[in-house]
Structure formats: structure tokens, C-alpha cells
């Protein structure tokens, strides 16, 4: 398969640079692999996000008034060094510090703790929330949840980007974060491995016909892999998992989130979304907003993720219906 590119050690750098033309809210740190928004007012407390490449439209498409002030970006699923965000939080640094959001791999953790810890000492005052969304199990470590941050990220992105431009500071930014990232769970399934631009073989087998539960979006296979009987059939194990992790109870109300991982068509998506829906409503919930779309991707995976959001605070449904100019939402 072709991946459209020139150079392939500038394709970030030119993805970026073309998602600058399309938004002119968007800007670029010079040099540095940082993406800003240029009409964020100085008064309001800064969120920055990031991670790496390979994830379109995230970070960058959630750049904008009441959601990420800006992201660091690294290589394709590689997270950005821990100077490149230390010059991130130094650069948004306006004397009020800045709030960040952190997705739960080894190695962004390392890095962003790493920056935070330096800004701290530099008298940057910085508060954050590491993101651990994904109810997937580990088979090979006694089935062990794998609490990864996927696409349940973006509502944090949403939520605490609205309360800031709302005027929360960073305590209140850092409480709503742990109330609200205990209510996301994430699970998600493939019916097609991931493989990097050009690459012969993709990241792991998963045989035609065939479904893969529990993937990563760093192309890591999931936990069970069975063969394709329905979109009915996935639908059930979505909906069985997320009823384990909430245990809810009839007319609790929802959150949802249906996120393409890459490449599944809208036909099938919308396909799986119906079907979810029915099986939501079988269960008695109550689901007071839906978002389909493509929010976290996996290169050319193609696959759905399924994200639950138990609505703890009403405010929060409001902080998601606010209008935003990040191009993603």
C-alpha cells in the first residue's frame, strides 16, 4: 500500500505545516516541534497535551478556544523528548503555570515527568492528569487491566479546556481532572493490524476475517482474537466490557464516544454506532451526548473504539456542547 508522502523523516513536519495553512489559529513554535493557538488569552490558565505521531487528528486538531492551548509532538508513536516539553511549559508559561494532560504509556510518563519536574524547579508552577482510559486486559500478565490513555483523552481535552477558558485555575483544573478521568473507560477492537508508511508487514498478524478485542494505538494486538460474525456481535463484547468496568445501573447517564481508528468506512461505522445505540438502550441508560468520528487514530488501522463516560457533574455535559474552534471536534 502507498502512504503519500515526500521525505519520510518530514512527514510530520509537513502534516504540520499543512494543517497550519487550513487553520490560521493555528502556529508553530520556530524550530521546535510545538503547536499553539495564537488567539489563547493570556489571562486563562494554559493546557498542553501531546505525545507521538501517528494519532491524526490528535493533538493537533484539538488546538483551539476551550480545548488544548498546545501540543508537543514527537515521532510516529514516539512521545516527544522531555526538553522539547520542557520548552513547551516554559513557553506557555504566562506567570499562572500550566496545566497538562498526559496519556498513560511508560514512555510519555517518563518524559513529561521528567519536563515537570525541571519546570517546577525553574518556579513554573504545573499541575496535571495522566489520562488511563483503556479497560483492556493483558493475557500474558494474568489478564491485568493495561489502563493505556486512548481516544477517553479527548473529553478531558474538552472538559477541563472549557473549565479553563471558564476561568478555573490549576487546583480546579487538577480536581476536575481526577473526578472526571475515574468515569472514562475506553475499549476498542481492529479488523486491520496498523503498519508504518511503506512498511512490508504490519505491526502484528491478524488474519482476514478476523477480529482483534483490546488493541493499543501504538499498533499493539488485543487480547482475544475470534472470527468476524457480525457488527452485532462486536457490539455485545463492547458493551459486556464496559458494563464490568461501570456495573451501572438503569437510567445512569452517558457520555459516548465512537471513535474510528483509522481507516473503517463511515458506512461501517455508522453501522456499528446503530447497533451500539440499541444495545445502550437495552440497557437503560441514559446517553445525553454522542461524538462519532475520527478523534485518536492508529496510522491505517482500521477498527472502532468505544468510550463511556459516566456524567458525575452535569457541568461537564455543558463544557462538551460549548463551541470550539479546534478542527477535530
Known amino acids: 500500500m502507498v502512504t503519500i508522502s515526500n521525505h519520510k523523516h518530514m512527514m510530520i513536519d509537513h502534516y504540520i505545516k499543512g494543517m ?17 493557538n495564537r488567539e489563547h488569552h493570556s489571562d486563562l490558565i494554559p493546557i498542553l497535551s501531546g505525545g ?32 522539547q516539553i520542557l520548552e513547551a511549559l516554559r513557553f506557555l508559561n504566562k506567570g499562572k503555570g500550566v496545566f ?31 489520562s488511563h482510559d483503556d479497560i483492556s486486559v493483558e493475557p500474558k500478565k494474568n489478564f491485568q487491566m493495561r489502563h493505556r490513555g486512548l481516544a477517553g483523552t479527548i473529553l478531558l481535552h474538552k472538559i477541563l479546556g472549557q473549565a479553563a477558558l471558564q476561568g478555573a485555575g490549576l487546583e480546579e483544573l487538577e480536581q476536575i481532572g481526577f473526578r472526571l478521568a475515574t468515569e472514562i473507560a475506553t475499549i476498542g477492537f481492529a479488523t486491520k493490524s496498523a503498519s508504518f508508511p511503506n512498511a512490508a508487514l504490519p505491526l502484528f498478524d491478524l488474519p ?21 460474525i457480525s457488527s452485532e456481535h462486536l457490539a455485545v463484547e463492547i458493551v459486556n466490557k464496559l458494563q464490568i468496568k461501570f456495573h451501572w445501573q438503569e437510567n445512569e447517564t452517558f457520555i459516548l464516544l465512537a471513535n474510528n481508528l483509522g481507516t473503517t468506512t463511515e458506512l461501517e461505522q455508522g453501522i456499528f454506532l446503530n447497533d451500539l445505540g440499541q444495545l445502550l438502550e ?22 472502532i473504539s468505544v468510550t463511556l463516560a459516566r456524567l458525575k457533574d452535569p457541568i461537564w455535559l455543558d463544557y462538551l456542547k460549548a463551541p470550539t474552534n479546534a478542527f477535530a471536534w
Do not use: W
Open 20 to 36: 497550519l495553512l487550513a487553520h490560521p489559529h493555528l502556529a508553530k513554535v520556530p524550530k521546535k516541534p510545538i503547536i499553539y
Open 52 to 83: 507521538g505521531s501517528g494519532h491524526e487528528p490528535a493533538h493537533i486538531g484539538f488546538i483551539g478556544d476551550g480545548m488544548l492551548t498546545a501540543a508537543v509532538y514527537g515521532d510516529l508513536f514516539t512521545p516527544p523528548g522531555s526538553e
Open 100 to 130: 497538562v494532560i498526559i496519556k498513560n504509556f511508560e514512555a510519555d510518563i517518563r518524559e513529561f515527568s521528567k519536563a515537570i519536574h525541571q519546570a517546577r524547579l525553574e518556579g513554573i508552577p504545573v499541575r496535571y492528569i495522566v
Open 208 to 228: 482476514e476475517e478476523n477480529i482483534s478485542f483490546g488493541i493499543g494505538i501504538h499498533g499493539e494486538e488485543g487480547y482475544r482474537t475470534v472470527p468476524f
Open 282 to 303: 437495552l440497557e437503560g441508560l441514559d446517553i445525553a451526548y454522542i461524538k462519532n468520528g475520527k478523534y485518536m487514530t492508529s496510522l491505517d488501522m482500521a477498527g
